[in-house]
């Protein structure tokens, strides 16, 4: 399976690296009055961020012998150290003033260096692991593009409803309509990639109890991890509803705080990216297709209605905003958590009651503190913000250990006991 896997893998990396090459030769022929002196910076940047891309494709199988072996400890910290790397990289390169086409060796080079370590701690971990295309096997490369098909399906609603909001965007209202967006944007795709990473690992989980046909434990996985999601996705969801703005005005200025923009999309963001450990456990049960290609047409439709309703009423900034959210909200947020239920045969009463409402009503407390900070410092955003933070973190802490971690919560206070009370001694 792994060589069929690397050869695929190989393949892919070697049609992007050749995308990447076609696509440099696209920009000279038919692109140069365009960029003009600017065309060979913009062949070489096409060229090695698709040769980045192509060197992490390439290795990606490495990727996921690491989490097939649950050496998490080893994914984490490779990917931390590569994003430390690049972060110093880049900014070592601008403070010596490269350019576009320095940043993208760095990010070859970060690319590289962490798929090299990877493969290094591969053949530590499994020193059997053998490699050869005589090894590889037409059935499941089959299975494993089928799989590949599915799980793009699920995954491309959001990226291709955001892109298309940002191009919609650029040509109705102009690119400095584009940048007020995108810095509201940024701030909910920063909440979406931790919660994509915190998900990432319970795919595996789930095949392994789904493997063990384990339906009771399965179902168990499915509501307390849901609920552990939204958990950890609600304070950060609120804070922006909230506090958003400040950041935004301590960040970039007043003059990219816009209307109810962010709120909008941290309300449209939110269970989409609360639920992504729904999908995580679809894909690990392999049971993504259906799912993924109903959110996709569910999401275009919305997407669809909301163009044309906007063409006839008039493009704002709060409005796209309103069109991608609710395209999200419908197909990502509704559609594959009522799949999962019917899936697993769990009533979907049962999976609210269990698994949304009780961090909801926890995260109350969250938001009195938030709120609270604003109403007595409206004249200082940091002590605002920090202020209100910390006092409702304080209280949701105590409630998330009463009534969301539960287990951790025991652990925590028997351990504080036995530091508290130690045996006597003999």
Known sequence: TVSTVVCLQGGIAATVLLLSFLLAWIVAVFFSDQFKEYTNIAQWTIILLGGSLAIN????????????????????????????????????????????CSLGIVVICVALLSGLCRMY?????????????????????????????????????????????SIIIVSHLGPAALAVFARS??????????????????????????????????????????????????????????????????????????????????????????????????????????????SFIICSCCFLAGFILLQKIGWSIDRAAIMLS?????????APPIYACRKLKTS??????????????????????????????????????GGGMTTGLLFLSFLYLRFIFLEEGRTLWKRFQKKRHPPASL
């Open 348 to 385: 979907y009463q049962d999976y609210l009651y269990h698994s949304i409402l009780p961090p909801f009503l926890c995260n109350s407390v969250f938001i009195a503190g938030l709120l609270a900070g604003r109403l007595f410092f409206p004249a200082s955003p940091i002590i605002a913000i």
């Open 185 to 294: 944007l940024a701030l909910v795709r920063h909440v979406e990639g931790f919660m994509s990473r915190f998900s990432f690992i319970l795919a595996p989980t789930a095949g392994s109890l789904q493997g063990l046909d384990n339906e009771e434990q399965l179902r168990a996985f499915f509501l307390k991890t849901t609920r552990y999601g939204v958990a950890f996705a609600a304070p950060m969801f609120f804070f922006l509803i909230i506090d958003g703005d400040l950041i935004i005005r301590l960040w970039m200025g007043e003059q990219y705080v816009h209307g109810q923009t962010l709120i909008i999309l941290s309300l449209g963001y939110f269970l989409p990216t609360a639920q992504n450990s729904v999908r995580e456990i679809l894909k690990g049960m392999n049971a993504h297709g259906k799912v993924g290609v109903l």
């Open 57 to 100: 494709m390439a290795f990606d199988t490495s990727r996921g012998v690491l989490t097939g072996y649950h050496r998490w400890d080893l994914h984490t910290t490779i990917a931390a150290v590569a994003n430390a790397l690049e972060l110093i990289g880049m900014v070592t390169v601008l403070s010596l003033g490269g350019g576009l």
């Open 121 to 165: 701690f591969v053949r530590r971990i499994c020193p059997d692991l053998h490699v050869s295309p005589r090894l590889f096997h037409g059935n499941t490369a089959r299975e494993m593009f089928r799989f590949g098909v599915k799980t793009l399906a699920i995954r491309s609603p959001l990226l291709i409803l955001v892109q298309t909001t």
């Open 326 to 334: 609710v395209s999200l909200t419908v197909g990502l947020g509704f």
